[in-house]
Nanobody, 114 residues
Framework: VQLVESGGGLVQPGGSLRLTCTAS????????MSWHRQVSGGKERELVA????????RYEESAKGRFTISRDNAKNTVDLQMNNLKPDDTGVYYC????????WGQGTQVTVSS
């Protein structure tokens, strides 16, 4: 099993980034896929957005209206489009498959700063 995140970087407040998670080694279409954020020094990863295996989506409150999660089952990818970024969005973003599998990527750093 492998989950590889890409697309992080440094962006100014108000800017946009698109994160991509590429999955392999499991039946991607059968799993809910999610993005999580861990802030520097934080102990826990907080859920940012999830897209279920059936395609329904759910967002953390501060992400609503700014972030969009989508999946492509043909390509085994899940994207997180992040618009109007704020400094509080800064952190390491991880993608995960399922809820109890323990399948996590290595993370990609997002820094929102002027």
């Amino acid at each position: 099993v492998q989950l590889v995140e890409s697309g992080g970087g440094l962006v100014q407040p108000g800017g946009s980034l698109r994160l991509t998670c590429t999955a392999s080694g499991f039946t991607f279409r059968s799993y809910d896929m999610s993005w999580h954020r861990q802030v520097s020094g934080g102990k826990e990863r907080e859920l940012v957005a999830v897209v279920s295996s059936s395609g329904s989506t759910r967002y953390e409150e501060s992400a609503k209206g700014r972030f969009t999660i989508s999946r492509d089952n043909a390509k085994n990818t899940v994207d997180l489009q992040m618009n109007n970024l704020k400094p509080d969005d800064t952190g390491v973003y991880y993608c995960a498959a399922g809820w109890t599998t323990g399948y996590w990527g290595q993370g990609t750093q997002v820094t929102v700063s002027s």
